[in-house]
C-alpha cells in the first residue's frame, strides 16, 4: 500500500478478503507471515494495536449503538474525560472532533443525532469519521456497498476520493467489480486465501471476473422471450406485520403468471422477506388475499401451500432451507418425505430416497462425496444446488426463489439461473426475489420493485438500472427526483444485504453532502 | 468519476447452446475448485446441538472403556480413603511402604472383584441359581433404565431436554399400580392393561410441558423439573388415601399389585430377572426403528437439528414437539410401571422408583442419546447397581461408592463435550459480534 492510494481487494465469496482485513485489524492473529508497516514488522494483539499503528476499519456490519448519538459513537472506545478521577465524559469535545473531521474531509454529519434515526448510508459515514478521528492513515472498508442504494454508493466513492485527496490509503474489499473499476488504483485479486495476481482498473470486467474465478465467466443469463398464460399467483392488499410487530408487507398487489419470471428487486429489509413467508403460509397474514391457480391460498399451513404445488428456495439456506445434520439424501426430501414413494403411512423407504437421491445429484450436478454426506460439509453453491433439486423435482405450479444464489459461486450460479428458465419454460409461475439488481434484471421478465412494504414500480428488464436503483430507494419518477451530482451511472450490483438496524430505509440521497 | 461500468451485461441476448452446458459443467469442476468450505455462521447453533455433536464426536468405545478406567481408578482412591485400617498404614509409609501398598491392593481389588461377583459372574458360585444371579439382578437393574434412558434419548434428539423423566415415571408407576391392585381383571389382561395404564400416565405428565412448550414457548427444562415435584408428592399423598394404602400397615404403603398384573419371571421363581427386560429391548427396537426408518422420526429429527430449516419444510414443529414428550413421557411412565410390576417392589412406596428418572438422563448421555447405545449404558449401570450391592454386604464398602462411579463415568464423557460445546458457542457468538466474516452474498 502507498499514501494516498485506493487499492481494492477483489474475491468471490469466502475467498478469504474478510479475514485478510481482519488479521490486518487484529481481530485474528495470523498463523504465519508478518505485517509490515512503514517498514517494520507489526504483532498485533487486538484492534486496538491496529488503532495505533494507525489502521482503521469500517466493518460490513457496523459497529454503532444504535442509542447513542453521532458523537457518543465516535468516542466510544476513546472516552475523553475531564475532572480527574470522577471521570465526565469530555461530550463538548467529542463534538467538536466530530465537526472537525466532517469539515476537513467534507463528511457531513450531525454529531448529536442518534444513530437509529439515521439512514444506512449516514450510518456508515459515521464508521468512517470515528476511524478518521482515531488519526489513522489505512482505513479498510469491507463490503462497504453491500448495503447501499445505488444513490449512495455514489456518495461513498466520492468520500473515498476526497480521504485519497487528504493521502489516506483505503483498503477498499469487495467483490463488484463496477465499483472496483470506479474508484481502485490498484485490484488484488484474492481466490481460495491466496493472491491471484494484480490488475490495473483498466482490465475489463470479464478480465477481473476470470480472475476472480479463475476462468471465463458469463454474466448475463440466456433465455427466450418469456410466453406468459395465465395468472398463477395474485396477491391483492397483502398485509403482513415482522417479528417484532412492525408493518413489513403494506397492501402488496401483484401477479404472477404461468410461464414468466417475476422479479422482486429492493434494498433488504423492505418487505420481501415477509412477503414470501406470507404467502408460503410462513406468517400469518393481517389482511388481503393469496390466490394460487384460482384457489385462496392464504391461512393454509405450509405443508398444503407446498403440496398445492409451490416450490420455495428460501432466503438463508443455512437457516430455513436445510438440515446441515441431515445426509444430502434426507435433505432431497426434506419437504416430500412422507409422500410416496418415499414414506408409506409411518415407514420410511430409504431404498427409495436413496435411488431418488441418487438420480438428483446427477440431475443437478450436486458434487457431494455420496448421497450419505451430511449436507452442512458441502459448498455453499452444492447446498443451494440440493434445495433447488429438491423443489424443482416435483410437478409446480409456482416457484418461489429468495435470494437464490447468495453466498453461492459464479459456476453454481450459472446453472441455478438456468434451472429457473427452464422451470419458466415449462409454464411454471417463477417469482425470484434478490437483492442482486444484476441477478433480477438477467432472469426476471418483469420487475416488482418492492419500498417500505409496498410494490412502488413494475418495469420491464429493459428499464435501466438508474431507474430501477431509484425506484429501490423509494423515488418514484413522477417524484422530484435529485439528481446525484456527477450525474454518473451507477456502479453495477449496487445494493443487497441485511440493512442491520431497525430501519430498512435507505432515504433521498445526494442531498446532504455533494462535493 | 467516469463511467463505472460501461460493459453491464445485457440478458437474453445469446439463446442457449451447448456450448452453455459444456460451460456449465465446466464451471462446476471450477467451483468446486474454487470455494472453499465455507465456515458460513449457519443456523444459531444451540448449546444442546453443540453439545450432541462433541457427544458423538468424543464419545466412541475406547472413550468409554477410558473413562470407566479412570472412574474406577478415582473410585479406588476413594476405598482407600474411606477405610481407616488402610489409611492408617499410610501414617508410617516412608517406614514400610509394602504394608501401605498391600492394604490398599487387598482393600480395592476385593471391593471390584466383589463388584464383578455381585454384576456378571462369581467363579465359587455352585448351582444353576447361584451362577445366574448376578445376571439376573443385572438385567433386573437394567430394564427401568432403558425406558427412561430411551425417553430422555427420544426427547433430546428432537432438540428437547427432558429433565422430566422421573416424574413421567413416578405418573407411570402410580397408575401402573392402581391398575394393578384395583381392577379385577384375568392375568395376561391385567398386566397389558397395568402397563398400559402405566405408559398413559407418563404420557400426560411428559403432554403437559409438551403443549407448553409448543403452545407458550415455556421452557421444558423449568416445566419438567417442575412436574416432578408434582409428582413425588402427588405419591406421597396418594399412597395413604384410603383404598390405595395398604389396610393392614399403618406406613406409607400401597395395597399390593395383584400376582394376575405382574410381568413374569424369566428363570424362576428364585431369580428376579422378569420379562421387562424383554420390553425393554422390544422398545430400543422400536425407537430405532421410529428414529431412522419412520417418517415421525424423521421430523423428530429435522425439528431437532434445525426447527427453522423444518418449519419451511412444511412440518408442525409445535405438533411434533406435543408428539416427542408424549412417546418420551410414554416410555418414562412404562419404565416406572415396572417397579411395581416386576420383582423389585410390587406395591408403592415414596421411594419406589428410587432415581430410575434422574439415571435415565445419565444413561441417555452415556449411551450418546442413540438407542441401541441406551440399551448397552443401562446394562453398565443396571451392573453397577448389582454388583454394588454386594460390595457394600461383601466388602463394607458403601452403595453411594456407585453412584460415585457412575456420575465419574459421564463425567469423563459428557464433561468434555459440554465444555467444549460451552466454548465453541461462546466463539461463535463471539464471531458473530466482531463481523459476519463468511456471510458473503
Known amino acids: 500500500m502507498e499514501p494516498g492510494e485506493i487499492h481494492a481487494l477483489l474475491g468471490e465469496n469466502g475467498a478469504g478478503k474478510s479475514t485478510l482485513m481482519n488479521v490486518l485489524y487484529g481481530l485474528y492473529q495470523p498463523d504465519g507471515g508478518e505485517i509490515l508497516v512503514d517498514g517494520k514488522p507489526l504483532r498485533l494483539k487486538g484492534p486496538s494495536d491496529a488503532i495505533r499503528a494507525g489502521i482503521g476499519m469500517v466493518h460490513q456490519h457496523f459497529m454503532l449503538v444504535p442509542v447513542f448519538t453521532v458523537a457518543e459513537n465516535i468516542m466510544l472506545g476513546a472516552e475523553q474525560v475531564r475532572g480527574g478521577i470522577v471521570g465526565f465524559l469530555d461530550r463538548r469535545r467529542a463534538r467538536r472532533e466530530v465537526a472537525e473531521v466532517s469539515a476537513r474531509y467534507n463528511l457531513r454529519v450531525d454529531p448529536d443525532a442518534v444513530i437509529e434515526d439515521l439512514p444506512v448510508g449516514i450510518q456508515q459515514r459515521v464508521e468512517i469519521v470515528k476511524a478518521l478521528t482515531r488519526d489513522v492513515d489505512l482505513l479498510i472498508l469491507d463490503e462497504p456497498t453491500a448495503v447501499l442504494t445505488p444513490q449512495e454508493t455514489e456518495e461513498l466513492l466520492t468520500v473515498m476520493r476526497s480521504l485519497k485527496a487528504a493521502g489516506k490509503s483505503i483498503v477498499f474489499i469487495t467483490h463488484k467489480l463496477g465499483e472496483v473499476k470506479a474508484i481502485a488504483d490498484r485490484i488484488t485479486v484474492i481466490r481460495r486465501g491466496r493472491t491471484v495476481g494484480t490488475a490495473s482498473p483498466e482490465a475489463s470486467r470479464d478480465e477481473l471476473a476470470a480472475l476472480m474465478v479463475g476462468r471465463d465467466v458469463r454474466l448475463t443469463v440466456d433465455k427466450q422471450p418469456a410466453t406468459p398464460g395465465r395468472p398463477i399467483l395474485e396477491v391483492a392488499g397483502l398485509v403482513v406485520d415482522d417479528d417484532r410487530q412492525v408493518r413489513a408487507v403494506d397492501g402488496v398487489d401483484l401477479t404472477v403468471r404461468a410461464g414468466e419470471v417475476l422479479g422482486v428487486a429492493g434494498v433488504q429489509g423492505n418487505g420481501q422477506t415477509e412477503l414470501i413467508e406470507a404467502i408460503m403460509g410462513l406468517r400469518p397474514t393481517l389482511a388481503g388475499t393469496v390466490t394460487l391457480d384460482g384457489e385462496p391460498i392464504h391461512g393454509w399451513s405450509t405443508k398444503k401451500v407446498l403440496r398445492a404445488g409451490v416450490g420455495y428456495v428460501p432466503e438463508d439456506r443455512s437457516v430455513d432451507g436445510l438440515v446441515k445434520e441431515f445426509s444430502v439424501a434426507e435433505n432431497l426430501v426434506l419437504d416430500i418425505y412422507d409422500r410416496p414413494p418415499f414414506g408409506r403411512g409411518l415407514a420410511l423407504r430409504p431404498e427409495a430416497i436413496a435411488a431418488s437421491a441418487k438420480e438428483r445429484i446427477e440431475q443437478f450436478d450436486v458434487r457431494t462425496p455420496s448421497a450419505d454426506a451430511a449436507v452442512g460439509t458441502l459448498s455453499g453453491g452444492n447446498q443451494q444446488k440440493v434445495i433447488v433439486a429438491r423443489e424443482l423435482s416435483r410437478p409446480l405450479k409456482l416457484f418461489i426463489a429468495a435470494q437464490p444464489t447468495r453466498g453461492v459461486d459464479v459456476g453454481s450460479i450459472e446453472f441455478i439461473h438456468s434451472r429457473v428458465v427452464r422451470e419458466r419454460d415449462v409454464g411454471t409461475a417463477v417469482m425470484v426475489v434478490s437483492s442482486e439488481l444484476d441477478e433480477v434484471i438477467g432472469l426476471a421478465d418483469r420487475i416488482a420493485v418492492m419500498y417500505r412494504g409496498r410494490i412502488i414500480g413494475i418495469v420491464g428488464p429493459d428499464t435501466p438500472r438508474e431507474e430501477i436503483g431509484l425506484l429501490m430507494a423509494g423515488i418514484t419518477p413522477d417524484a422530484p427526483a435529485p439528481a446525484p451530482a456527477d450525474g454518473a451511472a451507477t456502479p453495477g450490483e449496487a445494493t443487497g444485504g441485511t440493512a442491520g438496524g431497525a430501519t430498512p430505509a435507505p432515504e433521498r440521497p445526494g442531498n446532504e453532502d455533494e462535493a | ?441
Request: hydrophobic share 55%.
Open chain 2, 1 to 441: 468519476m467516469s463511467n463505472p461500468n460501461p460493459v453491464s451485461g445485457s440478458p437474453d441476448k445469446e439463446p442457449a447452446t451447448e456450448a452453455e452446458l459444456a460451460l456449465t459443467g465446466k464451471a462446476d469442476r471450477g467451483a468446486t475448485m474454487t470455494s472453499p468450505k465455507q465456515s458460513a455462521p449457519g443456523p444459531r447453533p444451540t448449546l444442546g446441538r453443540l453439545f450432541l455433536d462433541n457427544l458423538w464426536a468424543a464419545n466412541t468405545v475406547t472413550v468409554t472403556v477410558l473413562a470407566l478406567v479412570l472412574a474406577m481408578l478415582v473410585g479406588a482412591v476413594l476405598i482407600i480413603v474411606s477405610d481407616p485400617d488402610v489409611l492408617a498404614t499410610y501414617g508410617y509409609i516412608t517406614a514400610r511402604p509394602t504394608d501401605a501398598l498391600n492394604a490398599s491392593w487387598t482393600v480395592v481389588s476385593e471391593a471390584y472383584a466383589n463388584l464383578f461377583k455381585g454384576a456378571v459372574f462369581d467363579p465359587e458360585a455352585s448351582g444353576f441359581t447361584a451362577a445366574l444371579s448376578p445376571i439376573s439382578e443385572t438385567l433386573t437393574y437394567t430394564a427401568p433404565l432403558v425406558f427412561t434412558g430411551l425417553s430422555v434419548a427420544l426427547a433430546f434428539r428432537g432438540g428437547l431436554f427432558n429433565i422430566g423423566a422421573q416424574g413421567q415415571a413416578t405418573m407411570g408407576v402410580i397408575l401402573a399400580a392402581v391398575a394393578g391392585f384395583a381392577l379385577p381383571l384375568p392375568p395376561v389382561v391385567h398386566l397389558v392393561v397395568a402397563l398400559i395404564a402405566g405408559a398413559a400416565g407418563g404420557a400426560v405428565w411428559g403432554f403437559v410441558p409438551g403443549i407448553l412448550k409448543a403452545r407458550t414457548g415455556a421452557h421444558e427444562v423449568i416445566n419438567t423439573i417442575m412436574l416432578n415435584y408434582v409428582a413425588v408428592y402427588f405419591l406421597s399423598w396418594i399412597i395413604v388415601q384410603n383404598g390405595v394404602q395398604n389396610p393392614d400397615r399403618a406406613d406409607a404403603i400401597s395395597r399390593p399389585v395383584d400376582s394376575s398384573a405382574a410381568l413374569p419371571r424369566l428363570l424362576g421363581d428364585n431369580l428376579r430377572v422378569h420379562a421387562g427386560i424383554l420390553l425393554a429391548v422390544l422398545a430400543t427396537w422400536a425407537i430405532a426403528w421410529l428414529l431412522n426408518r419412520s417418517t415421525l422420526g424423521f421430523e423428530l429429527r429435522a425439528v431437532g437439528a434445525n426447527p427453522d430449516a423444518a418449519r419451511t419444510a412444511g412440518i408442525s414443529v409445535t405438533k411434533t414437539y406435543v408428539l416427542v414428550m408424549v412417546i418420551a413421557g410414554m416410555l418414562a411412565g412404562l419404565g416406572g410401571s415396572q417397579m411395581v410390576l416386576g420383582s423389585t417392589a410390587n406395591a408403592l412406596t415414596p421411594l419406589v422408583i428410587a432415581q430410575i428418572g434422574f439415571d435415565g438422563i445419565l444413561v441417555a448421555l452415556l449411551g450418546r442419546v442413540k438407542p441401541w447405545g441406551v440399551l448397552l449404558a443401562a446394562l453398565l449401570f443396571g451392573a453397577l447397581q448389582a454388583g454394588g450391592n454386594r460390595m457394600q454386604s461383601y466388602s463394607g464398602i458403601s452403595l453411594e461408592l456407585v453412584t460415585v462411579l457412575q456420575a465419574l463415568i459421564v463425567i469423563f464423557i459428557a464433561a468434555p463435550a459440554l465444555v467444549k460445546a460451552i466454548f465453541q458457542l461462546r466463539a461463535a457468538r463471539a464471531a458473530r459480534l466482531q463481523t459476519s466474516l463468511a456471510k458473503g452474498w
